[in-house]
């Protein structure tokens, strides 16, 4: 069983910054591929960044260039800096740990609240 803690979010003015992290129990963390998620009210959730286990990366065309999602196995905690916050990021971020070699090896956080507004 894997527990993901997902921390970092608030509120905060348009153009600025937040740090959201996800902490992960369990073992093996550096064999997960780690994603970010989100869902705004009203709509489903969708895809933001993913890092793989070999640490490349992917993200979704509206956050590029001003996301960065990073990993540090050492304290089995992924990190997702938001940069140049728009209204249209408010949504609850969630954390999700998965593994290509075995499809049941899927697991999300609780999620947490961002929301941009002046």
């Known amino acids: 069983q894997v527990r993901l803690v997902e921390s970092g979010g608030g509120l905060v003015q348009p153009g600025g910054s937040l740090r959201l992290s996800c902490a992960a129990s369990?073992?093996?963390?550096?064999?997960?591929?780690m994603g970010w998620y989100r869902q705004a009210p009203g709509k489903e959730r969708a895809f933001v960044a993913v890092?793989?286990?070999?640490?490349?990366?992917n993200y979704a065309d509206s956050v590029k260039g001003r996301f960065t999602i990073s990993r540090d196995n050492a304290k089995n905690t992924v990190y997702l800096q938001m940069n140049s916050l728009k209204p249209d990021d408010t949504a609850v971020y969630y954390c999700n740990a998965r593994r290509r070699t075995n499809q049941a090896y899927n697991y999300w956080g609780q999620g947490t609240q961002v929301t941009v507004s002046s």
């Open positions: 890092i793989t286990s070999i640490r490349s990366t």
């Open positions: 369990g073992s093996a963390f550096s064999y997960n591929d």
